[in-house]
């Protein structure tokens, strides 16, 4: 399945962004898709999961309350609202696809398809 993320951007901290994660391919219904975010000389971190059918979402603690996931399977298509935004989100956010277990979807090795990464800076 290939990904495409979008919707990043340029915003002031206390503000907020959606980021889309478009995917194409037939089999994206059965995939548990996620969210990681990466800045640089840092490891990519777990950000949001949605497993294929809604029914569980998992978030960061720190994120937690601030960042929302959500997907549209008719639109094969994965969201990350992002509210109060604050400058240490900024990142390059990818999302990523794949067969997960339950126990593994905080695990970046777990996902074997990525998108290219979208742009978010936060200024304070």
């Known amino acids: 399945v290939q990904l495409q993320a979008s919707g990043g951007g340029f915003v002031q901290a206390g503000g907020s962004l959606r980021l889309s994660c478009a995917t194409s391919?037939?089999?994206?219904?059965?995939?548990?898709v996620a969210w990681f975010r990466q800045t640089p000389g840092r490891e990519r971190e777990f950000v949001a999961g949605?497993?294929?059918?809604?029914?569980?979402?998992s978030y960061a603690d720190l994120l937690k309350g601030r960042f929302t996931i959500s997907r549209d399977n008719a639109k094969s298509t994965v969201y990350l609202q992002m509210d109060n935004l604050k400058p240490e989100d900024t990142a390059v956010y990818y999302c990523?696809?794949?067969?997960?277990?339950?126990?593994?979807?905080?695990?970046?090795?777990?996902?074997?398809?990525w998108g290219q990464g979208t742009l978010v800076t936060v200024s304070s």
């Open positions: 990523a696809a794949g067969t997960v277990i339950l126990s593994s979807r905080r695990n970046r090795d777990a996902y074997k398809n």
């Open positions: 391919g037939s089999t994206f219904r059965g995939y548990t």
């Open positions: 949605i497993v294929w059918n809604s029914r569980v979402t």
